[in-house]
T-cell receptor, first 115, second 111 residues
Framework: IAGITQAPTSQILAAGRRMTLRCTQD?????MYWYRQDLGLGLRLIHYSNTAGTTGKGEVPDGYSVSRANTDDFPLTLASAVPSQTSVYFC??????????????FGPGTRLTVL | DQQVKQNSPSLSVQEGRISILNCDYT??????FLWYKKYPAEGPTFLIS?????DKNEDGRFTVFLNKSAKHLSLHIVPSQPGDSAVYFC??????????FGTGTSLTVIP
């Protein structure tokens, strides 16, 4: 593993089903993030974690939950998927928490379609 | 409400010429700005950054200019190459935990 990996690469999901998107980083970064990318809206932050054991809400957290049991993993869960959650989801990490002077590294993304 | 705006969805430039991508922001508390490049089916990759204490940062063919009074930044690519064809996102952030991204500009460099 080098950098950030995400799984699955893509998924088609029936509305109402539960889904967990996986994210793992091997850079020992403290902070991790989940974004969704939608046409015309750019990248929007869903949830973030400054360090293992802590999480916070971003710009569009409703319908999503996260956990950060250890440094490397940051799964994103949709408890009951709805069609508006159809999007491309990107996980990212940064060495430090907080945004100043702190670039984020992105995973390859998960394309999710909710029918 | 978009705090970071990229008003040009697309831009086409001849190879060897200058590409100028623009970005405007509304939050005067932003103190750090990033530009990311994204190829299809890949995650965004970091390109260049600038802090609010500077008005210019240069890295090879890429230069970012910041005009704080106008709340405007721009990315210059000189000379443009076909491999630069991608979607470019700008992002701004303050001392909190969140970066706000623009909607992206798709750059096509014509050989």
């Amino acid at each position: 593993i080098a950098g950030i990996t995400q799984a699955p690469t893509s998924q088609i999901l029936a509305a109402g089903r539960r889904m967990t998107l996986r994210c793992t980083q091997d850079m020992r970064h403290n902070a991790m993030y989940w974004y969704r990318q939608d046409l015309g809206l750019g990248l929007r932050l869903i949830h973030y974690s400054n360090t293992a054991g802590t999480t916070g809400k971003g710009e569009v957290p409703d319908g999503y939950s996260v956990s950060r049991a250890n440094t490397d993993d940051f799964p994103l869960t949709l408890a009951s998927a709805v069609p508006s959650q159809t999007s491309v989801y990107f996980c990212a990490s940064s060495r430090l928490a907080g945004s100043s002077y702190n670039e984020q590294f992105f995973g390859p993304g998960t394309r999710l379609t909710v029918l | 409400d978009q705090q970071v705006k990229q008003n040009s969805p697309s831009l086409s430039v001849q190879e060897g010429r200058i590409s100028i991508l623009n970005c405007d922001y509304t939050n005067s508390m932003f103190d750090y700005f990033l530009w990311y490049k994204k190829y299809p089916a890949e995650g965004p990759t970091f390109l260049i950054s600038i802090s609010s204490i500077k008005d210019k940062n240069e890295d090879g063919r890429f230069t970012v200019f910041l005009n704080k009074s106008a709340k405007h930044l721009s990315l210059h690519i000189v000379p443009s190459q076909p491999g630069d064809s991608a979607v470019y996102f700008c992002a701004g952030g303050d001392t909190g935990n969140q970066f706000y991204f623009g909607t992206g500009t798709s750059l096509t460099v014509i050989p």
